[in-house]
């Protein structure tokens, strides 16, 4: 009986783990930043959603800010000149038109003009190693809630094992790219010239560009502890069915 309600309680608490992980990881919204740097629009994005402002005009004295965010899949802004919020960025408050473009890419070498380019960011390799862990954990974390589907309508202690260390190494993984993106964000990179890319040498000295953390960043964080104590239990579970049967 212990072990069934162990199972349980580790079944319920792997499924809103991987949840959030593949939520974190479909939703592009790790880093939100704002910025007055002025209009514009990409010569080469390969998304353009445009939508029309049925009448409404801007009044070109108005500050107008630009906002980003981003995730593994794309990168995206937005103009308007609402109040500098961390809800602009909700989904029904955003502006159009939006512009995106391919995410897992940056902050690697942009391929135009002179080389090396001037928004090459030399932390690149952060973003390298965070696109890998992030990818493994997603699979490590489906690959762990397969076996463990597979297991239970047959209380196979094998199973248990397996897809509870599985389990164990998409929460390690994620944890090791949220500290990447962490160090990152807090201590490596310049994230002013990161967000303001190839209009840095457009744009004033001074302006004023605030980075937060997204929504995408918080669910994944909150997926660890769920991730890391569900494998665990189903590690233990079947540690203790193997015993059982010997």
């Known amino acids: 009986m212990k072990i069934k309600i162990a199972a349980f309680i580790a079944g319920i608490l792997g499924v809103l783990g ?118 493994l954990a997603v699979t490590a974390s489906l690959v762990g809630g397969f076996l463990l589907v597979c297991g239970v309508p047959f209380v196979n202690a094998h199973f248990y094992k397996v897809g509870g260390g599985f389990l164990i190494m998409a929460g390690i993984l994620f944890a090791l790219l949220i500290f990447l993106f962490v160090m990152w964000k807090e201590f490596a990179a310049d994230l002013a010239k990161y967000i303001l890319l190839e209009r840095s040498d457009r744009c004033e000295d001074e302006i004023p560009v605030k980075v937060y953390y997204g929504w995408s960043f918080i669910f994944g964080a909150a997926g660890i502890p769920l991730v890391l104590l569900s494998g665990l239990l189903f590690y233990l579970v079947g540690y203790s069915i193997l015993k059982e049967l010997e």
């Open 18 to 135: 991987v949840l959030l992980f593949l939520i974190a990881f479909g939703t592009d919204y790790w880093l939100l930043a704002t910025e007055a740097c002025g209009r514009f629009e990409p010569e080469n994005n390969t998304l353009h959603t445009k939508e029309d402002g049925k009448g409404e005009q801007k009044n070109d004295s108005q500050e107008v800010l630009t906002f980003h965010h981003e995730g593994f899949f794309w990168r995206c802004w937005f103009f308007g000149d609402y109040k500098e919020s961390i809800w602009t960025f909700w989904f029904t408050s955003q502006g159009h038109p939006k512009y995106c473009m391919n995410g897992y890419l940056f902050p690697l070498p942009i391929a135009l003009g002179p080389y090396p380019h001037p928004s090459y960011d030399a932390t690149a390799v952060y973003r390298g190693f965070w696109t890998a862990f992030i990818v």
